[in-house]
């Protein structure tokens, strides 16, 4: 009997001591889990209740600290953004990347946030290849004039050592230039981005006459009449849009139009026409309400 006793005993001061480490646990679970959000270190506070045994995540104000995670993740994400678009706006691209690689830091990879990086990646990557491809236009440009007044120095001083062996050095880095205007050029007719083929197919005929350019501008021309008609079509829904007062829409169409042909200077100026008619309409109505009140 009193060994019973004893073995009762023993059940109860485990069980006693048992509760006693859960509660303990489970406070310093939640002094754990406030401290992360806090530190705004949601992918840790996450991955830390993901990993906390069963006794002690399936206790309720555990379980609410879930959602507190998910909460306060949002908030931070919505501030993180709006951040970056303040940057953004002003081509800030430092402070962008600086925002991005701390915030990456401390969200899980399904969050919001890191899904805008990856089209912010693909955004920047295209405006530094559209920055190259200008760079590489002007000093072509710049090459062209230079060749083409070196053959005229050297022309009215034909023995002139020194200008021979600059006219050759001026003609060498035109031909690599062109070459890397023929490369560029090639990938744009690919992706069927016409433009881009424009600015760079026809400057390195000019600079360097080859086979391989030859048949690239070819390719260009063909492209640009497959293109002219649906390009033209689109330039006369816009014009038709404008002309019953669709300004909306005709707005949407000229932005179609300079996809395809980004130096169309005619419809540039069509899309600022469009865009101050709106302008004028929102100011005189926003007037006409204000003089009935």
């Known amino acids: ?6 073995f009762l005993l023993i059940i109860l001061l485990l069980n006693l001591t048992g509760c006693a480490f859960l509660e303990t646990s489970e406070k310093r679970a939640n002094i754990n889990i406030n401290k992360l959000i806090k530190e705004n270190e949601f992918a840790a506070a996450i991955s830390y209740m993901d990993n906390l045994p069963d006794p002690i995540s399936n206790k309720k104000k555990i379980k609410k600290n879930r959602t507190r995670i998910i909460k306060s993740m949002h908030a ?4 993180t953004l709006a951040r970056i678009n303040s940057f953004v706006e002003k081509s800030n691209w430092k402070a962008v990347i600086d925002i991005f690689s701390v915030a990456l830091q401390k969200l899980p990879e399904e969050s919001v946030v890191f899904r805008e990086y990856k089209t912010f990646k693909e955004t920047r990557n295209r405006h530094i290849y559209e920055l190259e491809i200008q760079a590489l236009v002007v000093r072509g ?3 062209e004039k ?3 007044l070196s053959h005229s120095i050297l022309e009215s001083d034909p023995y002139n050592s020194s200008k021979k062996r600059k006219l050759y050095l001026s003609t060498s880095e035109a031909k690599n230039i062109a070459e890397e205007l023929l490369e560029h050029g090639i990938k744009a007719i690919e992706n069927n981005e016409i433009s881009i083929a424009k600015r760079t197919l026809p400057l390195a005929l000019r600079l360097y006459k080859s086979k391989e350019i ?3 501008n070819k390719q260009l021309e063909k492209l640009s009449k497959s293109m002219s008609e649906p390009l033209q079509d689109l330039i006369n829904k816009g014009a038709e849009l404008y002309g019953q007062e669709h300004y909306e829409e005709a707005i949407i169409i000229w932005q179609q139009v300079l996809l395809l042909d980004p130096e169309n200077n005619d419809i540039k100026s069509n899309l600022e026409r469009t865009q101050r008619v709106i302008e004028n309409l929102k100011r005189l109505k926003k007037s006409n309400k204000e003089s009935k009140k």
């Open 1 to 6: 009997m009193k060994n019973k006793n004893y």
């Open 76 to 79: 931070y994400e919505e501030k």
């Open 141 to 143: 440009n710049s090459l």
């Open 146 to 148: 230079i060749v083409e």
């Open 214 to 216: 030859e048949i690239a």
